[in-house]
């Protein structure tokens, strides 16, 4: 007993105290990124629009932006304009609940947070003290089910702030869609939702499932479940970081207190 008492004492407190105020490391180069004025040669702004995988970046000289939401994160953009003129920073905060608060403007740096006029009135009083969530993997890589796997792991541990993942839909309060949503998935996802009974929410992570990645436009997919419900929270990522997610979760849920 003594034995496990030292194992104990030498690891030491291993969850987060406080999520929204992390450092994560300078070389965490997947959040949200900066666009400066710096002036940059035409044809290198040309060649980083053309080389970005997804058309996230798109703009003029003078107007850059990056769509958060289709965004893979691959950092070509930062690579060929220079750090100088494109930096994906460490802010891990990116998630929201408006989709055109993923647009990351050039010369505009503020925070990415969620727009509380925007936040529906049922989610707060219902769920505002825990959260039983049904994750379906949408043709997902397994990337972005992997970091959310890891929100429930003892460092990150959003089991305690009463958010949870469970196994069946009608034990919960929402669904959260990883992956593109192929067509062999499409009615699987239907199915899931309309078997969690109501008000439920509905949360994208990752940025597969927000546009549809690299994949957006192709005729295996079947995204028009999105277009027939609100949706509650954008947690964009490639994948996305397991603090973001609970950040925008916790954020959704409840008032950041002062
Ligand atoms: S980091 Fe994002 S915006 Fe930049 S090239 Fe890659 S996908 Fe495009």
Redesign the pocket.
């Known amino acids: 007993m003594i034995a496990e008492y030292k194992i104990l004492r030498k690891h030491g407190w291993q969850f987060i105290p406080d999520v929204f105020a992390v450092t994560l490391p300078e070389s965490y180069q997947q959040g949200r990124p900066i666009i400066t004025e710096l002036a940059v040669a035409n044809e290198i702004l040309q060649k980083?629009i053309e080389?970005?995988?997804?058309g996230?970046?798109s703009g003029q000289a003078d107007a850059l932006q990056?769509d958060l939401g289709a965004?893979?994160?691959?950092?070509?953009?930062?690579r060929i304009c220079g750090s100088d003129k494109?930096k994906?920073t460490n802010d891990y905060q990116i998630a929201t609940n408006a989709r055109e608060g993923l647009v990351v403007r050039q010369g505009q740096h503020p925070p990415i947070r969620l727009q509380p006029d925007k936040i529906r009135k049922e989610i707060r009083s219902y769920f505002g003290g825990s959260l039983k969530l049904r994750q379906i993997s949408a043709a997902g890589d397994n990337s972005a089910e992997w970091e959310l796997n890891a929100c429930s792991n003892p460092n990150f541990d959003m089991g305690r702030f009463g958010i949870e993942f469970l196994a069946s839909p009608r034990h919960c309060d929402g669904i959260v869609i990883t992956g593109p949503i192929s067509q062999n998935m499409a009615e699987a996802t239907q199915i899931c939702y309309d078997a969690v009974p109501n008000p439920k929410i509905v949360v994208l992570a990752g940025t597969d499932a927000i546009s549809g990645g690299i994949f957006a436009g192709s005729p295996a997919l079947d995204r028009s479940f999105l277009d027939k419900y609100p949706i509650d929270l954008y947690v964009p990522g490639n994948p996305p970081h397991p603090l973001a997610f609970i950040c925008g979760i916790l954020d959704l849920m409840r008032s950041r207190k002062k």
Request: hydrophobic content about 45%; charged content about 5%.
């Open positions: 980083a080389n970005c995988p997804t996230a970046l990056i965004c893979v994160f691959c950092g070509e953009c930062q494109i994906f």
